[in-house]
């Protein structure tokens, strides 16, 4: 979902998520990517807070920092909901918006690809838990390095 303007050149796409286990101190990064619309993750049961996410605009990445924990019990798989990511348009102090909402369809779909995908969990209900702020707002950073572009890296001689 785009917030602002919408005449880019290059559209945002949501390309990595980091996980963070604070009690162990180990980190997962789940590569979304374009073409990733659902994603399922094998995580050890815990308490977990999604630390990071990475954005791409063509060549450019950004990366905004988030605060928002879940838990994982030790039983069935577990649905955390349908994330929504809105990027504003491109300009110094940006944000990214992020929605974690509940939807009947995502889950009985979700619910499907499971079954579909992980034969020895399709007789287990999938729980559901939501993050906790489900709503929140951040900063996004521009990433360095910049597209290799030869005028970027001239030498000027004055």
């Keep these: 979902m785009l917030t602002g303007e ?3 050149k290059f ?3 949501v390309d990595e998520i980091e996980l963070m286990e604070p009690t162990a101190g180990q980190r997962w990064n789940i590569l979304v990517g374009e073409a990733n619309k659902q994603f399922a993750v094998f995580i050890p049961p815990g308490q977990y807070e999604m630390t990071r996410v990475k954005i791409h ?3 450019f990445l ?3 920092n988030l605060a ?3 838990s994982v019990p030790d039983g069935p798989p577990v649905f955390v909901g349908t994330w929504r990511f809105g990027v504003e348009s491109s300009r110094y102090g940006r944000l990214v918006f992020l929605s974690m909402v509940q939807e009947e369809g995502a889950q009985q779909q979700a ?3 499971v079954r579909a995908s992980y034969p020895t969990l399709a007789s287990a209900p999938l729980a559901t838990v939501l993050p906790e702020p489900a709503d929140m707002e951040a900063r996004l950073y521009e990433v ?3 597209p290799r ?3 970027y890296f001239r030498r000027h001689n004055w």
Excluded: K
């Design 6 to 8: 919408r005449a880019r």
């Design 11 to 13: 559209e945002p796409v």
């Design 57 to 59: 605009e063509g060549p």
């Design 62 to 64: 950004s990366i905004a």
């Design 68 to 70: 928002s924990s879940f």
């Design 111 to 113: 619910e499907e690809q």
């Design 144 to 146: 360095a390095p910049y």
């Design 149 to 151: 572009i030869q005028r």
